[in-house]
């Protein structure tokens, strides 16, 4: 069912961090479209627990935070791009407290710094300012009252993105990007979005496994319409497996911050052993990568369904303190995190490739942006450093909106586009092979493209994928869209490129580890991996 038009200035797609923050700074001069797939605050930000990483002590500087993230990104990460977005997050936290974030302060401060800074993997100060164990809650609720308060921004929840629209150059090639369709999930209508400038803001794909600490809306939906779009990809393989997630039936995942072992957690085996110190001299401190590797490598050997995580030792009065929503969260569950560890298992978390942007998040695709986790930036390298990316989407969403508004004034408005076609489709008549690919395809991306890889695993996900999307296609080109197809159809692609970038990778390298190649490349120089999608010519995009 076609539905109908809007004009706007800029169409930002995704309401996070990285969107909130472009929609704020852009829409006292331009009209702002804010897609959202689901309620507004419903996405990545909201579940993040840790904090955000800044040089806010004395006792740091911003050449300790640029070489600790360097390290974490196992000689992957752009220098230039680590100095910018360190350089820039004192301001950008200076603005989330002008906008009414209200982060834990110190119980008693030393003249160093008002607010309460802790620890977390891989980094050597403490620098994660936070909102006791629910900074994303706060941030993210904290932004949308502002954008609800704010004029110029029409919101468009529960919408999903299908694709990207380009306008025809007289040349006949594709040009700038000028709008999109969305699908109203709640109607099954279909809206045509016509800007002058769009900002992909939708998040990572982490669904693509079986089990993520992830909401359920993060799909790689921006990833492949980017990539459909005309955008290369890059460091895809890159996929971060957090190493703490609550094991329970009833806890879909719960993230159990990394906070926790910044404080102070120990990770046990059944046994009451403590294992990390025998995989890395940091212990628990070691980047995720090594973590959820020693704890993956544990469950293996031992047989053993899950691993725990104890801060029993700390006072009780330091734990309900610091961490509030997970000492509540396992309450529920029949867990007191005072007395007893908790069950943990590592899980889907970050994807730390995405789309090529530059320093002001201009895709390959004029008039496309691109902010925060589906974007490819050059700041995690091989390995997301924690906290760091709720920083990544409030430097990228100043630097994109203030790059915008620069370049405003010389767009035209959008052509005239088609809208959305449905005669030639009908109602699905089978939606059982929907959920069974959908099934399937997130339990051989886990068992074969998961924490450990080999060359014979990924030719074997690689197989199954092209049939998949074989299948899919097929079914798309037949029935009309909902919101399930269009998200199996998303999580395919960016599946297939997530398996073609690993097989491209021939060592062992921050998040991908495979037993074929264990060991990085000890001749060629680090290399980004970049997939370019066919046809694709950057002479079409000057």
Known sequence: ???????????????????????????????????????????????????????????????????????????????????????????????????????????????NQAYHLTREGGHSRRRIIHAADATGREVETTLEKRVRETPNVSIFDYHLAIDLLREKRE??????CVGAYALDRRSGAVTLFRARVVVLATGGASKVYLYSSNPDACTGDGIAMAWRAGCRVANLEFMQFHPTCLYHPQAKSFLISEAVRGE???????????????????????????VARAIDHEMKRLGIECVHLDISHQ??????????????KC???????????????????????????????????????????????????ANRMASNSLLECLVYGAAAA????????????????????????????????VAHNWDELRR????????????????????????????????????????????LRNLALVAELIIRSAMA??????????????????????????LVPEGFRLAAFE
């Open 171 to 176: 040349d006949g090639r594709p040009g700038r």
């Open 331 to 381: 309450l529920e569950l029949g867990i007191d995190i005072t007395r007893q560890p908790m069950p943990v298992v590592p899980a889907a978390h970050y994807t730390c490739g995405g789309v090529m942007i530059d320093k002001r998040g201009r895709t390959d695709v004029p008039g496309l942006y691109a902010i925060g986790e589906v974007s490819f930036t050059g700041l995690h390298g």
């Open 505 to 530: 990778r021939r060592e062992s390298r921050g998040l991908h580890y495979t037993i074929d190649y264990p060991h990085a490349d000890p001749v060629a120089a680090p290399q980004n991996t970049i």
């Open 1 to 111: 069912m076609s539905g109908s038009v809007v004009d706007c200035d800029v169409l930002v797609i995704g309401s996070g961090a990285g969107g909130l923050t472009a929609a704020l700074q852009l829409a006292p001069g331009a009209r702002v479209a804010l897609l959202s797939k689901g309620e507004l605050a419903e996405g990545s930000t909201l579940y993040a627990q840790g904090g955000i990483a800044a040089v806010l002590d004395t006792a740091d500087s911003t050449e300790f935070h640029i070489n600790d993230t360097l390290i974490a990104g196992d000689d992957l990460c752009d220098p230039s791009v680590v100095r910018f977005v360190v350089e820039n997050a004192k301001e950008a936290i200076g603005k989330l407290i002008g906008y009414g974030v209200e982060f834990t302060r110190a119980e008693a401060t030393d003249g």
């Open 402 to 433: 203030a790059d915008i508004k620069e370049c405003l004034p010389g767009l035209a408005p959008p052509p005239e586009l088609p809208a959305w076609d449905e005669s030639w489709v009908t109602d699905s008549d089978d939606e059982v092979v």
């Open 264 to 290: 102070g957690g120990r990770l046990l085996l059944p046994n009451g052993e403590r294992f990390m110190p025998r995989f890395d001299s940091r212990a628990e401190l070691a980047p995720r990568d090594v």
């Open 444 to 487: 051989f991306m886990w068992d074969y493209v998961g924490i450990v890889r080999s060359t014979k695993r990924l030719e074997r996900a690689r197989h199954r994928v092209d049939m998949l999307r074989s299948e899919i296609a097929d079914y798309y080109g037949k029935f009309r869209v909902n919101n399930d197809l269009l998200e």
């Open 315 to 328: 006072p009780a009065a330091f734990i309900t303190a610091h961490f509030p929503t997970i000492h509540a």
